[in-house]
């Protein structure tokens, strides 16, 4: 399976990302330190799913940095992408993985407790969960976990973790207080006016907490 890092993880966002493209947006967001990048697009279909993700992948080549794709296998299967994310609302993940095959990373969200005790470690490789904070980018979330919730969801997964919904630079200490392994933003890397910069501040500071938590 291709390695993964969830310290810094961008969720692309097709309208955040019109200044800078999509594609711009994620190779400067890698300059600055993201570790993993998922593409989130509801809008544009399969077909576009799959323009976008060629793009990205061809960018991405020699980087290091997973491609993953949210929710359409097919889309993902058709880019080549390095794994597919997917909600309770999505495929199942055995179905994913059946698939994909096991050289894949398949990602699993999670917002309670119920589901977090119903994840299988042997089909998921990492779980999302949250969302932690309330948040415009997805209007159709579930209701917001706080820190407290995903200290509790994580330890009941016991899968390689992070956090999302809502989170900021700000927001780092207490995501890894809480046990995640990363981060996941949307609007503080797309849309920022310069995407690199923003990213490289927020791994700044993971890098500082993850290196003061183990010290």
């Given at each position: 399976?291709?390695?993964?890092?969830?310290?810094?993880?961008?969720?692309?966002?097709?309208?955040?990302?019109?200044t800078h493209s999509m594609?711009?947006?994620?190779?400067?967001?890698?300059?600055?330190?993201?570790?993993?990048?998922?593409?989130?697009?509801?809008?544009?279909?399969?077909?576009?799913?799959?323009?976008?993700?060629?793009?990205?992948?061809?960018?991405?080549?020699?980087?290091?940095?997973?491609?993953?794709?949210?929710?359409?296998?097919?889309?993902?299967?058709?880019?080549?992408?390095?794994?597919?994310?997917?909600?309770?609302?999505?495929?199942?993940?055995?179905?994913?993985?059946?698939?994909?095959?096991?050289?894949?990373?398949?990602?699993?969200?999670?917002?309670?407790?119920?589901?977090?005790?119903?994840?299988?470690?042997?089909?998921?490789?990492?779980?999302?969960?949250?969302?932690?904070?309330?948040?415009?980018?997805?209007?159709?979330?579930?209701?917001?976990?706080?820190?407290?919730?995903?200290?509790?969801?994580?330890?009941?997964?016991?899968?390689?973790?992070?956090?999302i919904g809502g989170l900021?630079?700000?927001?780092?200490?207490?995501?890894?207080?809480?046990?995640?392994?990363?981060?996941?933003?949307?609007?503080?890397?797309?849309?920022?006016?310069?995407?690199?910069?923003?990213?490289?501040?927020?791994?700044?500071?993971?890098?500082?907490?993850?290196?003061?938590?183990?010290?």
């Amino acid at each position: 399976m291709t390695s993964f890092d969830l310290s810094l993880y961008l969720v692309l966002d097709p309208d955040l990302c019109r200044t800078h493209s999509m594609v711009e947006t994620t190779m400067a967001a890698i300059g600055g330190g993201a570790t993993i990048v998922q593409l989130r697009d509801k809008k544009v279909g399969t077909e576009g799913l799959i323009r976008i993700g060629r793009e990205l992948m061809d960018a991405m080549a020699g980087s290091g940095v997973p491609l993953i794709v949210n929710d359409d296998i097919d889309a993902a299967i058709a880019i080549g992408a390095d794994g597919l994310h997917v909600g309770q609302d999505d495929i199942s993940a055995q179905t994913a993985r059946e698939r994909l095959g096991r050289d894949k990373i398949i990602g699993l969200s999670i917002e309670n407790e119920a589901v977090a005790r119903k994840v299988d470690p042997a089909i998921v490789d990492y779980v999302g969960v949250g969302p932690i904070f309330a948040t415009a980018t997805k209007p159709d979330h579930k209701p917001a976990i706080g820190f407290d919730g995903l200290a509790h969801l994580i330890k009941i997964a016991k899968l390689p973790s992070v956090a999302i919904g809502g989170l900021k630079r700000d927001h780092v200490d207490r995501v890894f207080a809480a046990g995640a392994n990363g981060l996941a933003v949307v609007s503080a890397i797309c849309g920022q006016p310069d995407p690199e910069a923003a990213a490289h501040k927020i791994a700044t500071e993971i890098m500082a907490t993850k290196s003061a938590l183990t010290s």
